[in-house]
């Protein structure tokens, strides 16, 4: 199984991204999705996740720039990035956690089944 990853690139500080996630092999509305990102020598850490229900749970570090939404008929979930900081420069990777893991548990990257490969980022004038 994998998830398809797409949408970095260079921005400007200020400026704005859009990710999308795809899968062909898993049914999107079947799981928890969550964005996480990894910059250069650090964790892999929680961005943003969304439950079946629409529900939607944010790290401070993005609360209010970012927005994470599901689209279950096209079985793709999207983070839309704005206001971005030279700070969100990582890697971002788009993952799927069971329906039946609680929301403290998604915010760790342990709880998560399927990822894609990432896509980067970079956030530089």
């Known amino acids: 199984v994998q998830l398809q990853a797409s949408g970095g690139g260079l921005v400007q500080p200020g400026g704005s991204l859009r990710l999308s996630c795809a899968a062909s092999?898993?049914?999107?509305?079947?799981?928890?999705l969550g964005w996480f990102r990894q910059a250069p020598g650090g964790e892999r850490e929680f961005v943003a996740v969304?439950?079946?229900?629409?529900?939607?749970s944010y790290a401070a570090s993005v609360k209010g720039r970012f927005t994470i939404s599901r689209d279950n008929a096209k079985n793709t979930v999207s983070l839309q990035m704005n206001s971005l900081k030279s700070e969100d420069t990582a890697v971002y990777y788009c993952?799927?956690?069971?329906?039946?893991?609680?929301?403290?548990?998604?915010?760790?990257?342990?709880?998560?089944?399927?990822w894609g490969q990432g896509t980067l980022v970079t956030v530089s004038s």
């Open positions: 969304t439950r079946r229900s629409g529900s939607t």
């Open positions: 092999t898993i049914t999107f509305s079947r799981f928890a």
């Open positions: 993952a799927a956690a069971p329906l039946t893991t609680i929301l403290s548990q998604l915010w760790s990257p342990e709880s998560y089944d399927y």
